[in-house]
T-cell receptor, first 113, second 114 residues
């Protein structure tokens, strides 16, 4: 089955700096890569996603890149703000009878004011 | 739309007790999922359903059971609760319209087994 590894497990950055979280996946059939943000005590919520036919996608201060050959994808947050502090999960989804989604183990991002 | 709702928000069980975690979605989604999230860890799939009457095991199904009698409801049953089942449980749903659909999560149920 699919295996998703995520690094680092914790990340501290100064406000205004950039943050990068990296994930690798094992199943070459995976074609959808969502990123979820989970604030303390809250539910995970989708912040950005990318499909396998696209190499990069941006949404304001957030961007995701995908390298299908190397089977890795990354989340980039620029100009970090204290409200970006949360746990971020990457995930990989492969086509099939249902949307089997495998999550990474999460990265706890702390933005220091 | 209320989205995905879960009850209860919190529960403390004694070892050996049983309970049902309720999950309802009002988005007419075919796919529904149950995950558990242990402290500081990621999400592990317990059971999933692709439609009413159809359920299947995920990664960590032992100690749990599910049913899906309607599109809206997907309850999770814990029989003979054990301390290892202390966790936060999230229900989620997604549409079957394409392969690229967001999963919508409920607010979670925090369960402690003592």
């Amino acid at each position: 089955g699919e295996n998703v590894e995520q690094h680092p497990s914790t990340l501290s950055v100064q406000e205004g700096d950039s943050a990068v979280i990296k994930c690798t996946y094992s199943d070459s059939a995976s074609n959808y890569f969502p990123w979820y943000k989970q604030e303390l005590g809250k539910r995970p919520q989708l912040i950005i996603d990318i499909r396998s036919n696209v190499g990069e996608k941006k949404d304001q201060r957030i961007a995701v890149t995908l390298n299908k050959t190397a089977k890795h994808f990354s989340l980039h947050i620029t100009e970090t703000q204290p409200e970006d502090s949360a746990v971020y999960f990457c995930a990989a989804s492969s086509p099939g009878g249902y949307q089997k989604v495998t999550f990474g183990t999460g990265t706890k991002l702390q933005v220091i004011p | 739309n209320a989205g995905v709702t879960q009850t209860p928000k919190f529960r403390i069980l004694k070892i050996g007790q049983s309970m049902t975690l309720q999950c309802t979605q009002d988005m007419n989604h075919n796919y529904m999922y149950w995950y558990r999230q242990d402290p500081g860890m990621g999400l592990k799939l317990i059971y999933y359903s692709v439609g009413a009457g159809i359920t299947d095991k995920g990664e960590v199904p032992n100690g749990y059971n599910v049913s899906r009698s309607t599109t809206e409801d997907f309850p999770l049953r814990l029989e003979l609760a054990a301390p290892s089942q202390t966790s936060v449980y999230f229900c989620a749903s997604s549409s079957a319209r394409s392969s690229y659909n967001e999963q919508f999560f409920g607010p979670g149920t925090r369960l402690t087994v003592l």
